[in-house]
């Protein structure tokens, strides 16, 4: 990878956090370039050296940015604690509201599985893009997610998932209580829920969203 003084590295620009995108983008291919594949100590401590010493200092406190290093989630945590107009991809962000513009209208029962399906299944193929890019986090998505179903399904999932707890291991969800579940475990339960609804408490279709509730 380039050395730090040679002037031909990934720069960062400190008033423009619009630039860390293409940062880490930078990183990312020069240490592909080095053949540095799973080097992950040597491509954060590069990257570390191309910023400016008050921007290491705090970036270098992020999970990652030391001992154990890991580049990826490195990554994805600094994204995070960027102002949110930096993070936002506007081109995946706009085919994330195009998902949730509809139901921000008519936001969707437990009952209506087809209507569910659509929803669920385009939000998480864009919300897995979102996430592996590092710029939104995950208690966002969450909000947006939750933001698309009638409230009774919502507060009857998330009644479920304070029954649960929080999935041990599950290492991209901060352990806090404002996020304290990964997407996949909200999307996954909520999942079964419309299943279940689906079916009915005694074996038939349940027609309606009350008829869900005995479940």
């Known amino acids: 990878m ?3 003084y040679s002037g031909k590295h990934p720069n960062y620009d400190s008033k423009d956090p619009l630039t860390a995108t293409r940062f880490f983008d930078g ?5 592909e370039t080095a053949g540095l594949k799973g080097q ?7 990257a570390l050296s191309y910023l400016d010493s008050q921007t290491a200092q705090k970036w270098g406190l992020l999970k990652g940015g030391h001992d154990p290093y ?27 509201e195009d998902i949730c513009c509809d139901t921000k209208k008519r ?3 437990r009952d209506e599985k087809a209507a569910y399906y659509e929803f669920a299944l ?10 592996e890019s590092g710029i939104i986090a995950n208690g966002d998505l969450i909000v947006k997610f939750l933001g698309g179903l009638k409230p009774s399904f919502r507060d009857t999932l998330n009644k479920c998932l304070s029954c ?6 599950a290492e991209e969800a901060p352990h806090d209580k404002e996020d304290p579940y990964t997407l996949d475990i909200v999307i996954s339960t909520a999942t079964a829920m ?9 074996g038939a279709v349940a027609s309606t969203e009350e008829d869900a509730e005995y479940l």
């Open 164 to 169: 649960q707890g929080p999935l041990e291991g």
């Open 122 to 131: 385009g939000f998480k193929a864009e919300a897995d893009l979102l996430l």
């Open 194 to 202: 419309v299943d279940v609804a689906a079916v009915g408490p005694f």
């Open 27 to 31: 990183v990312a291919l020069a240490a």
């Open 70 to 96: 890991d580049f990826k989630r490195w990554r994805k945590l600094v994204m995070q604690i960027l102002p949110k107009s930096s993070r936002h991809d506007l081109g995946s962000m706009a085919h994330m």
């Open 107 to 109: 936001p969707i029962g």
């Open 2 to 4: 380039p050395a730090a």
């Open 40 to 46: 992950d100590k040597e491509i954060v401590k590069n």
